[in-house]
């Protein structure tokens, strides 16, 4: 029974790689690097975003937003006036928790790929499930806010793992809390270790040139258009 | 295709309700309250825990703790010197997200059922699928923390619609945040209309005391042993 739960697993995980293939190959053909930004809810990725994108200057950003309901986020990131879509994963199995390569695929159509240097999927709040599936990114990024607490790289390892960055937000709390930033390194360094990290406060501002340093890079690594 | 996976999800949410009734004659042969602890990770489980079921006065407690990986939470509620279970459900694919019915039943001959009157479950840190598994308990209870923003009942519906409480942590950071306590209740409200509220602070003790109350009265509440 093992053997078979085993098999079916890698299955379903080899038809997202396929798929996430087929994104790559699409934002590939337009020149797009996409970033996949994942945290825990309530970390800070949409007012991150509002942050770092309001200031990309000469590089044009797209947001595919996911979430199990609502378009809250997307509402927010509109303000930016940038193309933002709005994926709802609330109709899966009481709400899928993550999103894979098919629903990202789902929504390329609406993305104007043509009209984009980078594109940022914001992902279901969630440290479990999202780090499992690729969904064709150039980078994935995750968000790790100081009032979570510093044991975190400990109870959700393979998210940790699963990212080329780790964003630490709310670092203007960081005076109120109990947080140990030298604990937090290492536990990080534990389960990733030297994965590049950033420490930002998205409500202050600060080390957001930094984030925004970073994504403009990443749209210079990725290919010319065709 | 449609139909059949909806089928299949139903079957499963069967399969575990089936077991979370088995699940609950156990609890209920020994006169054990059960409480379903959920939130995002981070919000707080372990510290209100640390301060709830330290003052429970003649009532005794025990808890199942659920994580993906390790056990730290386990290691620091094991200092309150009462029964602690450490599940882990990293063995799944890639790590599940959420405890189930049959996880729980797997750790019930590691619990000491005849001594205790009431266990926590302390799910794992998520606010989609934890949501969608009953697993034999009185009351579901979730931890929201004010640093996750007052937009989460919207984000994450079925999860503040399945509970019977809603315990509103770090409190004592209201004054160096923008959150808007009106809008939470609002948002609240408008997916759960009138569930009850406790607002805390595990970090400052303060509301804890309801807390413990309200856990208190759920073990009277509870069948008598046979």
């Known amino acids: 029974?093992?053997?078979?739960?085993?098999?079916?697993?890698?299955?379903?995980?080899?038809?997202?790689n396929t798929i996430a293939r087929a994104n790559r190959e699409d934002f590939?053909?337009?020149?797009?690097?996409?970033?996949?930004?994942?945290?825990?809810?309530?970390?800070?990725?949409?007012?991150l975003l509002e942050r770092a994108?309001?200031?990309?200057?000469?590089?044009?950003?797209?947001?595919?937003?996911?979430?199990?309901?609502?378009?809250?986020?997307?509402d927010r990131l509109s303000l930016l006036h940038i193309p933002v879509v709005q994926l709802n994963t609330g109709a899966g199995f009481g709400g899928e928790c993550h999103l894979d390569a098919n629903m990202v695929r789902s929504a390329i159509p609406s993305l104007p790929l043509a009209d984009l240097?980078?594109?940022?999927?914001?992902?279901?709040?969630?440290?479990?499930?999202?780090a499992e599936f690729r969904v064709g990114e150039d980078a994935r990024v995750m968000v790790s806010s100081v009032t979570e607490g510093e044991d975190k790289?400990?109870?959700?390892?393979?998210m940790f793992r699963a990212c080329e960055l780790v964003i630490v937000n709310k670092i203007d709390l960081l005076e109120?809390?109990?947080?140990?930033m030298e604990k937090f390194d290492y536990h990080l360094d534990g389960v990733h270790p030297g994965v590049p990290r950033m420490l930002v406060s998205a409500r202050t501002g600060e080390g957001i040139?930094?984030?925004?340093?970073?994504?403009v890079a990443l749209t210079t690594r990725a290919g010319a258009p065709a």
Chains 1, 2 share one sequence.
């Open 1 to 16: 029974m093992h053997r078979t739960k085993v098999k079916v697993v890698a299955d379903a995980l080899d038809a997202n």
């Open 28 to 47: 590939d053909r337009h020149g797009v690097a996409v970033v996949n930004l994942m945290s825990a809810p309530g970390a800070g990725k949409t007012r």
């Open 53 to 74: 994108l309001a200031s990309l200057d000469g590089v044009r950003a797209g947001v595919l937003e996911g979430d199990v309901a609502g378009s809250f986020d997307a």
């Open 117 to 130: 240097d980078l594109l940022v999927i914001e992902n279901v709040g969630n440290l479990v499930c999202p």
């Open 153 to 158: 790289p400990l109870k959700y390892p393979l």
């Open 176 to 180: 109120h809390l109990d947080f140990d």
């Open 209 to 215: 040139d930094e984030v925004r340093d970073w994504l």
